[in-house]
């Protein structure tokens, strides 16, 4: 089985401020992890996904994420938040094994940026 | 490159009544996917197609629900009859290939309301 969790419901920032939404993941075997953003009324948008190899992702819009296994976690981050990134945030997880085709979202999280 | 469309893209129905929704995919994009979200939570998967094969349908309500992918490109989803519990916002995503970790591209979707 799969599952991720985002512990944050809503996450408060101000403008230029680094941000970070965490998530944090369960799998039997190894993940593939992504990241997907929702304006209002728009389907999600993707921003960047980690297979393999380096821990730490570059996605759009200037974000990245930090795999870390030991932790189970794979955080989205962005060294200075605009307030146009408000939106919601959401991480999905992947199980390599057992032949998943499928992700498996978490409920989202609210990004606030504040001017 | 056309995203995903999704008509249509606000649907109002009373309970007990039949409704659709359709999407055509990215182009040469093999595999289709239908996601329910609900008000607060991520998109939950309700069947997959593989070309014109519906592969992982778990999760699809059969005895309301149903899909289908003519020639593997356009997919309808229909729900008859509709349930209050139905009211979501119905999300359509296509990605190349399944098999491989790829992003999906996801529709604006249909939001649902059954009154």
């Known amino acids: 089985a799969q599952s991720v969790a985002q512990p944050e419901d809503q996450v408060n920032v101000a403008e230029g401020n680094p941000l970070t939404v965490k998530c944090t993941y369960s799998v039997s075997g190894n993940p593939y992890l992504f990241w997907y953003v929702q304006y209002p009324n728009r389907g999600l948008q993707f921003l960047l996904k980690?297979?393999?190899?380096?821990?730490l992702v570059k996605g759009s819009y200037g974000f990245e994420a930090e795999f870390n296994k030991s932790q189970t976690s794979f955080h989205l981050k962005k060294p200075s938040a605009l307030v146009s990134d408000s939106a919601l945030y959401f991480c999905a997880v992947r199980d390599i094994r057992g032949g998943s085709y499928i992700p498996t979202f978490g409920r989202g999280t609210s990004l606030i940026v504040h001017p | 490159e056309a995203g995903v469309v999704q008509s249509p893209r606000y649907k109002i129905i009373e309970k007990k009544q039949p409704v659709a929704f359709w999407c055509n995919p990215i182009s040469g994009h093999n595999t289709l996917y239908w996601y329910r979200q609900n008000l607060g939570q991520g998109p939950e998967l309700l069947i997959r197609y593989e070309n014109e094969e519906a592969v992982d349908d778990s999760q699809l309500p059969k005895d309301r629900f149903s899909a289908e992918r003519l020639k593997g490109v356009d997919s309808t989803l229909k729900i008859q009859p509709a349930e209050l519990g139905d009211s979501a916002v119905y999300l359509c995503?296509?990605?190349?290939?399944?098999?491989?970790?790829?992003?999906?591209?996801f529709g604006p979707g249909t939001r649902l309301t059954v009154t």
């Open positions: 995503a296509s990605s190349l290939v399944a098999t491989q970790p790829d992003e999906q591209y």
């Open positions: 980690y297979i393999t190899g380096d821990n």
